[in-house]
Structure formats: C-alpha cells, structure tokens
C-alpha cells in the first residue's frame, strides 16, 4: 500500500490532495480490512457514530458508502458522536475564539480570520455561507454532502484553517483515511494545535502507521490540552499497541490513566471500557468482569456493556 500523503509543512501549507491521490474509493476495503483487524471489539466497533445506539459498542453506528460492496465493510474508530459535534462546531466558530466549545447557532455566521486572509474580500461572505452549510450537514451526518461544499472551498482557500480542518473529519467519517490525513495535516501545519491529535492518530493507526500513532500521543500527551482529549488519545494509542500484539504494553498505558472520580465523566468511563476489553483480551476475565461492572453500574446505556458484562459472568 502507497504510504500516506507527505505531513511536511510544504504540503500542508498548499492545496489540498487531488482526491485520487487517496485512497480510492475501489480500494478502501483494503483499508477497511486492516482497520477490522485493528478494532477494539466493542470499543471501536461498526464506524464513527453515536455512542449510545443500542447492541454495538463506542463508536456504535454503521456508516454506508456509496459503493456496490456497501454493506461488506465497516471501519472501525474509536471516536463518539459527542467529540465529533464539538470538533465540528470549533471548526465553524474558531474564529470567536480558538478554543471555543459553544455550539454556534445555525443562522450565525462562520467568521474565520483565516479564511478571510485567504480569499478576496468579495469573495468571503459567500465561502463564509457555504462553510456554514457544510457544517450543518456535518452535524447531521451527511457527510458526503459535507465533503462536497468543502472540497471546493479547500481548493479556493488552501490557508483556511476551519475549512482544512472539517474536511479532514468529514474525511475521516467518511473512513477515507489518507485523505483525512492530508487535511488534518494541513490543519496541524496551519494551527499548530493538538486539537485534532486523537482523529489524526486514528487515521494513521487504521493505515497500519504506528510510529505516527506514538509520535502524536507524545505530543498530545505533552500539551495536555484537556482531560477528555488526553483520554481519547491515550485509548487510540493503546490501541494502537494492542494491534501490534502488545497487549500488555496497552493495558499500561490504559491503567496510568486517572481512575474515574466518584462522578465519573463519559472520558473515564470510555478509558474504563477501553482497559476491560484488553483484560478480557489477554485473558483475564475477572478484571474485565470487574471493569465492565464499573461502567455498567455508571452508566449502563454506554455502548454494549451491559451485553460485554453479561457474556462474562
């Protein structure tokens, strides 16, 4: 398999990939195939969705691709609905203030500086309306259409941080892995923030690239942006070990996390999660049983574990 687009600042500075320098739509199984085998069982099953969708685990809903073999894969990533609708709304509101987390309302208008920086003024009022647009079709999940108001405006606006930046997630929702590491890339290079570390990760992670995977946990784990992003990309990266068969290793990284406080929040919970599974993977079913019992009892709608907890005892 070709390696991924180039991360170098160059690259990520200039215009977006052409789309067929990812990967192809025709071989994304080959993708998809290695991804499966990366997966976390229930933690990162059936693609990036809602994490609460009955019967399936942490990143619960399938999404379908517009392919004849639509039903025969389904890539496997670990992030949840939540992280995702944040992303994309710090995307449309980074210009208000970089780290953002209010939901924009959707008649407010996207004020990217950067974007403004990076097209004729005559021209901004309309990008500004069709980011907009993109976003909202990104937080209703479609993405394909998503894809199809950014990809242009990438094309127009190569500098335009909030735009390379919900690309590469649409990319990434879309399971197009090297094409979301173009974007997310260029988004890094633009940015220089960790914000998107965890999703970058995923992708090279799903992409078989683990020295990648350990080189942005590094920094991630440096910067320390905040406790739930530090926690999604410590389960990436300890995924990331597991699918080396470093079972162990991943188990280490998992447990040096901050045990849940007494009102645990959904990040503990999903680390918790993240660690039963590879107890229950290196075979020691009575911690796993212990684990699950601690998310279940927390939160028993989270993912399938009450259904994982089940299959124990």
């Not at 990036?48 to 399936?56: C, N, S």
């Not at 447990?255 to 990040?267: D, F, I, L």
């Not at 009575?286 to 005892?313: K, N």
Request: include cysteine; charged fraction near 30%; proline fraction near 7%.
């Amino acid at each position: 398999m070709p390696k991924p687009p180039s991360s170098s600042s160059g690259r990520g500075r200039g215009r977006p990939p052409r789309e067929s320098e990812g990967t192809p739509w025709a071989r994304r199984a080959e993708d998809a195939a290695r991804t499966r085998q990366a997966g976390w069982g229930g933690v990162a099953r059936k693609g990036a969705g809602r994490l609460r969708d009955a019967g399936v685990g942490d990143a619960s809903k399938a999404f379908h691709e517009a392919s004849p073999d639509r039903e025969a894969w389904e890539p496997e990533v670990w992030i949840d609905e939540g992280v995702v609708r944040d992303v994309a709304n710090k995307a449309v509101g980074r210009g208000r203030s970089p780290r953002t987390v209010a939901a924009p309302h959707d008649d407010e208008p996207a004020t990217d500086p950067s974007l403004r920086r990076a097209v004729a003024a005559k021209t901004a009022e309309r990008m500004e309306a069709k980011l907009k647009d993109a976003s909202k079709a990104f937080r209703r999940e479609r993405f394909e259409e998503a894809r199809k108001v950014l990809r242009p405006l990438a094309e127009s606006a190569p500098t335009a941080e909030s735009v390379r930046e919900l690309l590469g997630l649409t990319y990434y929702r879309l399971g197009r892995w090297k094409l979301a590491v173009a974007e997310l890339e260029a988004f890094r290079g633009l940015n220089g923030s960790t914000e998107q570390h965890p999703v970058l990760a995923d992708c090279y992670r799903a992409l078989g690239r683990h020295g990648k995977v350990s080189e942005l946990w590094e920094e991630l784990r440096a910067a320390s942006p905040s406790a739930a992003l530090v926690a999604e990309g410590r389960i990436v990266y300890a995924g990331s070990l597991a699918d080396q068969g470093k079972v162990t290793d991943a188990i280490t990284v998992l447990s040096q996390s901050k045990p849940p406080a007494k009102k645990p929040q959904e990040h503990h919970l999903r680390v918790t999660y993240a660690l039963a599974d590879l107890h229950e993977r290196a075979g020691d079913v009575p911690r796993a049983r212990q684990l699950f019992g601690i998310v279940a009892s927390a939160d028993p709608d989270l993912g399938d574990v009450e259904a994982r907890l089940r299959a124990l005892r």
